[in-house]
Nanobody
Framework: VQLQAFGGGLVQAGGSLRLSCAASGSIFSINNMGWYRQAPGKQRELVASITSGGAGNYADSVTARFTISRDNAKNTVYLQMNSLKPEDTAVYYC??????????????WGQGTLVTVSS
């Protein structure tokens, strides 16, 4: 099972980016999916998560600016980022709790994608 993230890049403050992350391999189902980020010199932090039913949860710093969504048929999670700020600059990692069998799940990380917001 692999998670592959796409969509990072350089954007000016106030701009938007959309990240996507697709899971591939032998997948029975996917439970929670989420996005984390790690800025230079800082610990990795949760940005947003979403349940298999579509309920989202957000860090206070991104509420009302970021939207997490998923397409269960494509095993893909998205992060729409609007009104970006320089402090959003970080490497963004996707994460998913994936079942390869009905009774066995494991947490997986994507490779990270760099988001740089210029002032």
């Amino acid at each position: 099972v692999q998670l592959q993230a796409f969509g990072g890049g350089l954007v000016q403050a106030g701009g938007s980016l959309r990240l996507s992350c697709a899971a591939s391999g032998s997948i029975f189902s996917i439970n929670n999916m989420g996005w984390y980020r790690q800025a230079p010199g800082k610990q990795r932090e949760l940005v947003a998560s979403i349940t298999s039913g579509g309920a989202g949860n957000y860090a206070d710093s991104v509420t009302a600016r970021f939207t997490i969504s998923r397409d269960n048929a494509k095993n893909t999670v998205y992060l729409q980022m609007n009104s970006l700020k320089p402090e959003d600059t970080a490497v963004y990692y996707c994460n998913a709790d994936i079942r390869v069998q009905p009774t066995y799940s494991r947490n997986h990380w994507g490779q990270g994608t760099l988001v740089t917001v210029s002032s």
